[in-house]
């Protein structure tokens, strides 16, 4: 086969795994779920496409009484810390004043969600080595709730928000036997994840059983906050 040959038929490769790629994303995205728990797709030559995990820190915001609670602040919007999130109409029983109006004011700076997963406070980077990431990937995205305006109980959450200063971890957890040699810090992976292309350095990786949790640094920008689970194309030949 002439060189000229060989150049066309792998640029003619190159594009129909970008194809096969983009096509998987696009899919994952239609069907909300994606992968089921724990599987792990092989797309080309060392192409895995597989569920990660985005780790941040968040705070949770509660009722501080029994009331009508009105949303103050859209989702994904950034708020200052002493800003109000929310305005509460304080049920009688609670407050003489029968129509007083109270604002709920954020206790920290970020960006505001009203979607809970129950891993608030339990998935943070200082736990990272301790908890049991393969398994929270496989359940994280089993336990959404989607939060509005309505009457809450004292204590319950009525939003949440992330820290966007600091830069959130990707976890990826890959099964050992798919690896040649175990990945170190300091090696560079290309990765695709939410539908956009970048090379990450890798942070550190955690062994948990016959699996390698892979960690990587994202970028401290606002479009890697807010989805705990994402799909994520991971090329190991780097």
């Known amino acids: 086969m002439s060189g000229r040959k060989i150049f066309l038929f792998r640029i003619f490769t190159v594009f129909i795994l970008a194809l096969a790629i983009g096509v998987t994303i696009n899919l994952w995205d239609k069907s909300n779920n994606g992968l089921s728990a724990g599987e792990i797709v092989l797309s080309g030559d060392n192409f895995y496409i597989v569920k990660g995990m985005f780790c941040y820190e968040e705070t949770v915001v509660t009722a501080p009484y029994r009331g009508f609670v009105s949303q103050e602040i859209e989702a994904c919007e950034r708020v200052a810390r002493g800003q109000a999130v929310a305005s509460l109409e ?28 129950g891993l608030e406070g339990i998935v943070t980077p200082e736990r990272l080595e301790t908890i049991p990431v393969p398994d929270i990937i496989k359940i994280a995205d089993e336990n959404r709730v989607f939060l509005s305006d309505g009457f809450y109980d004292n204590g319950e959450v009525i939003c949440k928000i992330i820290n966007n200063q600091k830069e959130p971890i990707l976890c990826i957890s890959l099964p050992t036997d798919i690896f040649t040699s175990e990945p170190e810090a300091g090696q560079t992976y290309s990765l695709t994840v939410k539908g956009i292309s970048l090379q990450r350095q890798l942070s550190s990786c955690l062994t948990t059983g016959d699996s390698y949790t892979l960690l990587f640094t994202m970028p401290a920008e606002d479009k890697w906050f807010g989805d705990r689970i994402v799909p994520v194309v991971i090329d190991l030949e780097n």
């Open 90 to 117: 304080a049920a009688v029983t609670d407050l003489t004043d029968d129509n007083m109006l109270i604002a709920i004011k954020a206790k920290n700076s970020g960006l505001v969600y009203y979607e809970l997963d």
